[in-house]
């Protein structure tokens, strides 16, 4: 491509809102639902040329989806966006989160392997990794926020180590792992780090750009936006990985895509992605502060308050604080008071909506950890987890503050 031929490079909001998008051939403004399981070929000759690799054509869609690759394309400028590499930045897109850190790992450990990671994480991801990966013979260990000497010495006591995995900001106390700091480690030692951005978003945070090797996604959160679909995504600039490891093996083998109807939605959401995370950190901080002076809690866990353990490294790696805030009520009937007192926010697992969710860890997203692993990551049962959603935010800092007057 010639200098004149370049792309414009435009900013994170029009990036949003134009990557990937397609114009129908008939003049359809938002590109179309591809509803279908199978592409049609014209003649033999079409097939023996997309056989010879001649000619790129799609021809079922667990392989891929016209609709699905807008999808993967406008993700993937997002991640990309402002690296000097951004061309080289694909996205492949899962039926789930979980189905995109499954294929992600499993693209690139095999028996034998180990994986460190921090010691909270996603509760079905804990799963996976405590449960179903040492089947495998993949081994796992912990270190609790992944700080840089004690897991030198992790990659020194395991050289068969191939993924430091970290989520950042990750349930419940929203800690905050230096992502550079642990790419320059892992990488020291031969190890690839995989980040999983669920809960900033590429709009408040690039791991790619700051040395992670692949990103994981729940697009059922901040990137869906209005809590319509499950799905995934895996994102890297390894064209090599993106190939031979979850996309075109551990995708098409393991199954898990979504459906065209499914990938349209997610688009048209994302397209705000940069607006609603813009409103969702404003109305956080007006959330985070009023919890954090309140005398009914205990705690407010929120990365963006000065007296966050790592509020420095959240302000040099993220460009917000994020919608996600945490609160010990100092006891599990306190925490089931104050939820039976609210009226506005929902009771829900599940965040990143446009409205605001509130959940109780240890009776449900973390209530089938053992109590030591509860307890080992920091899921007192007073702690509540709110995901702060883009209503008015006064009307939520009033449902909060009705529901902590009867604790
Ligand atoms: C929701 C979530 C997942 C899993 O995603 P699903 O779409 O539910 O499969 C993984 N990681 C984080 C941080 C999540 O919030």
């Known amino acids: 491509m010639s200098e004149e031929e370049k792309t414009v490079e435009y900013k994170l909001a029009t990036t949003a809102i134009h990557a990937g998008?397609?114009?129908d051939p008939l003049g359809s403004h938002i590109n179309p639902i591809y509803q279908t399981s199978t592409f049609v070929h014209e003649?033999?000759?079409?097939?023996?040329?997309?056989?010879?690799?001649?000619?790129?054509?799609?021809?079922?869609?667990?392989?891929d989806n016209p609709t699905r690759e807008v999808l993967a394309q406008k993700i993937a400028a997002l991640e990309a966006y402002g690296m000097e590499n951004a061309d080289a930045v694909s996205a492949m897109i899962f039926s789930s989160g979980m189905g995109a850190i499954s294929a992600a790992i499993l693209g690139i450990v095999s028996a034998g392997d180990h994986i460190i990671t921090q010691q909270v994480l996603y509760g079905s991801c804990d799963h996976l990794f405590t449960e179903q990966l040492p089947n495998y013979n993949i081994t796992i260990s912990r270190i609790r926020g992944l700080e840089a000497e004690a897991l030198e010495a992790e990659l020194a006591k395991y050289p068969n180590?191939?993924?430091?995995?970290?989520?950042?900001?990750?349930?419940p106390s929203m800690t905050i792992i230096d992502i550079e700091e642990t790419a320059h480690i892992a990488h020291a030692h031969g190890a690839k780090l995989v980040v999983d951005n669920t809960f900033a978003s590429p709009i408040l945070q690039q791991p790619l750009a700051?040395?992670?090797?692949?990103?994981?996604?729940?697009?059922?959160?901040?990137?869906?936006?209005?809590?319509?679909?499950?799905?995934g995504a895996v994102v890297s600039a390894d064209a090599e990985y993106m190939e031979n490891g979850?996309?075109?093996?551990?995708?098409?083998?393991?199954?898990?895509v979504p459906s065209a109807f499914d990938c349209w939605l997610t688009n048209i959401g994302l397209k705000t992605l940069p607006l609603r995370m813009r409103q969702h950190c404003i109305n956080a901080r007006v959330v985070a502060e009023f919890l954090d002076g309140h005398a009914k809690v205990d705690q407010t866990y929120w990365p963006g308050l000065p007296s966050h353990p790592k509020h420095d490294v959240a302000a040099r790696q993220m460009s917000d604080f994020g919608a996600m805030i945490s609160i010990d009520l100092g006891s599990y009937a306190a925490a089931g008071r104050?939820?039976?007192?609210l009226s506005l926010c929902s009771l829900a697992v599940s965040l990143g909506n446009v409205d605001t969710l509130v959940q109780h860890p240890a009776s449900m997203t973390h209530r089938m950890l053992s109590d030591e692993g509860r307890t080992a990551s920091g899921i007192t049962p007073g702690l509540v987890r709110l995901s702060i959603g883009i209503e008015d935010a006064?009307?939520?800092?009033?449902?909060?503050?009705?529901?902590?007057?009867?604790?």
């Open 21 to 23: 998008e397609v114009h």
């Open 43 to 63: 003649d033999f000759e079409a097939i023996e040329s997309w056989r010879r690799g001649e000619r790129e054509a799609y021809t079922y869609s667990r392989g």
């Open 161 to 171: 180590t191939k993924i430091v995995y970290l989520e950042s900001p990750a349930n």
């Open 210 to 231: 700051l040395g992670a090797d692949v990103v994981v996604h729940s697009t059922t959160k901040f990137i869906n936006g209005h809590g319509t679909v499950i799905g």
């Open 246 to 256: 979850p996309g075109k093996k551990l995708r098409f083998m393991g199954g898990a």
């Open 338 to 341: 104050f939820m039976s007192g």
């Open 394 to 407: 006064d009307d939520i800092v009033a449902d909060l503050r009705n529901a902590l007057t009867n604790i």
